[in-house]
């Protein structure tokens, strides 16, 4: 089986990613970190750059985890691009970074995390940044 990680270049991001690698890990299961954006913008700063990805490979490969990257950039939301995503490959579970945003903040604001949480069929972790 396989652990996603929905993965942006912040704190968040960067929390869920710690514990994708740490649970596949100790899981034995192989890893897939998936990075969406909308549209093919690269200034969006949901985009994960050439660095922030060898980072990502450096930290899976020191853990011994097999790692498989999807950068996806095609105008829908990040939320159904991981959705989209776990339909098609066989995952154990989804892991995502929270902001801690207030409820309305999340209202007017909406979370990707929330809509992966309220229609995910995997179980999905919710990483809370520091």
């Not at 950039?73 to 776990?86: E, K, M, N």
Request: aromatic share 2%.
């Amino acid at each position: 089986m396989t652990i996603l990680a929905a993965y942006v270049p912040s704190s968040a991001g960067e929390a869920a990613l710690a514990f994708a690698i740490d649970e596949a890990a100790v899981r034995r299961e192989d890893l897939l970190v998936v990075n969406s954006a909308r549209g093919e913008s690269l200034t969006d700063d949901r985009v994960a750059t050439d660095d922030d990805l060898a980072r990502v490979r450096l930290s899976a490969e020191k853990a011994g985890v097999s790692l498989a990257i999807r950068q996806i950039r095609r105008g829908q939301s990040a939320a159904a691009d991981i959705l989209d995503v776990a339909g098609d490959v066989s995952i154990s579970m989804i892991v995502v970074g929270s902001r801690g945003r207030s409820p309305v903040g999340k209202l007017l604001l909406g979370s990707a995390a929330l809509e992966i949480l309220s229609h995910a069929r995997q179980p999905v972790v919710a990483v809370k940044s520091s």
